[in-house]
């Protein structure tokens, strides 16, 4: 039996009036029955895929953007610690430089993740439960591939995208300006935020003391000769004759 992910059915259903996928995924075999698959069902609102792709920049409709967008959804994401530590972490969606920089860092988490594993789609029926009135019916596609089911019926709104891209901007502009000792609810342009930036950065930069400071941190007085002949000469450069 395969080791790689795959997504054996998906329910297009509504919950509270919201739509939402059923997932099943198979997550390897049984222990006690090696040729059954264990199985896991998830449950997800519909719009995470465009939230996702919103979140991270993709285009859906890129070379390998869907395949993107499935990996972040499904598969799973590695270890990334405590919530305290996940988002601590500089590489996070709401840390990293840019949103491009923590989409390549979450992709390579996912890679590490999945090892030789494959994201796959079993082929078969799935369902999508529509509202009709006050009640249900239950519609079933023709046999395809769960995955491409997905892509066929998940809203992208482009409109939508574009208000969850602002919301992601402002929230990584909340975590930039706490992390500069800033007030998070104060709009800074970036160009504030970068002088910040520099400023803590010269901040935190070390500067030596002078050879005279250090004299007189700890003799009292600057030396009158730094250079006297009893003293270390200057360094030549040549090996040392006791290593």
Request: aromatic share 4%.
């Amino acid at each position: 039996m395969t080791d790689d992910l795959l997504v054996h059915h998906v329910e297009l259903s509504y919950l509270r009036d919201e739509p939402h996928y059923v997932v099943t995924l198979g997550v390897g075999v049984m222990e006690d029955d090696p040729t059954a698959p264990a199985l896991r069902v998830e449950l997800m609102p519909a719009d995470i895929f465009e939230s996702r792709a919103a979140e991270y920049g993709i285009d859906p409709d890129s070379e390998g953007g869907w395949d993107d967008i499935l990996h972040i959804v499904l598969a799973p994401q590695g270890d990334v610690g405590s919530v305290e530590q996940y988002l601590a972490d500089p590489d996070h969606l709401f840390n990293a430089p840019t949103v491009e920089h923590a989409r390549h860092a979450h992709m390579r988490r996912i890679r590490k993740a999945m090892g030789t594993r494959k994201l796959r789609g079993v082929t078969g029926i799935s369902e999508h439960r529509v509202l009709v009135n006050e009640a249900t019916r239950m519609m079933e596609s023709e046999a395809e591939d769960p995955l491409e089911f997905i892509k066929r019926t998940a809203p992208m709104s482009p409109d939508h995208m574009a208000v969850k891209q602002e919301n992601i901007r402002r929230i990584r502009h909340q975590f930039k300006a706490r992390r500069l000792g800033l007030d998070p609810n104060r709009a800074y342009t970036p160009e504030e935020l970068d002088a910040h930036t520099k400023r803590r950065a010269m901040k935190l930069t070390p500067t030596r003391e002078s050879a005279d400071q250090l004299a007189t941190r700890l003799l009292g007085a600057p030396l009158d000769s730094p250079r006297s002949p009893d003293r270390l000469p200057p360094r030549l450069g040549t090996p040392s004759k006791y290593l």
